[in-house]
């Protein structure tokens, strides 16, 4: 049986990053706010552990968005298939990522895919062109992490 997991991206603001990239991907915007809403009335759960982001009660530092056709929990808003959780880390971001996405293209071929991903706050950095072997560009989300549009 293969194992459930999610991908685990640092940030310095996980709910900027998280509508980012929901909007990038076209996946939901999880919200916990049920959960969030019964931990504290029940006292499991300091005031000061929660924001609000986009009408929504979350937990603070965190932020996580879910293919919208698989299942999740109800009440916690959790996905369980597809999913991309955010954290929030003191540190900045120091290198070239180990890790990356890449963001395939559909109608409108990739300069509409490009020109989407600019017009929700994603820069280019270069143009990669390998004859037979393809055509993309990489970028970097709002908080400079690359990732390719193919």
Not at 20 to 46: I, M, R, S
Request: net charge negative.
């Amino acid at each position: 049986m293969p194992l459930h997991w999610k991908l685990v991206i640092d940030s310095a603001n996980a709910p900027a990053l998280a509508d980012f990239w929901a909007a990038a991907l076209e996946y939901e915007v999880e919200d916990p706010t049920p959960l969030v809403e019964q931990l504290t009335a029940a006292g499991h759960l300091p005031q000061d552990a929660v924001i609000e982001h986009r009408g929504r009660r979350i937990f603070r530092g965190y932020a996580a968005i879910r293919h919208p056709d698989d299942p999740y929990d109800a009440t916690s808003g959790v996905g369980h298939g597809r999913r991309l959780l955010f954290q929030d880390v003191p540190e900045p971001k120091a290198g070239k990522n180990r890790l990356h996405l890449d963001v395939h293209s559909g109608p409108g071929g990739l300069d509409g895919l490009v020109a989407r991903l600019e017009a929700l706050g994603a820069t280019r950095v270069r143009e990669v062109d390998e004859g037979p072997a393809g055509h993309w560009w990489v970028m970097r989300d709002p908080e400079g992490n690359e990732f390719c549009a193919t």
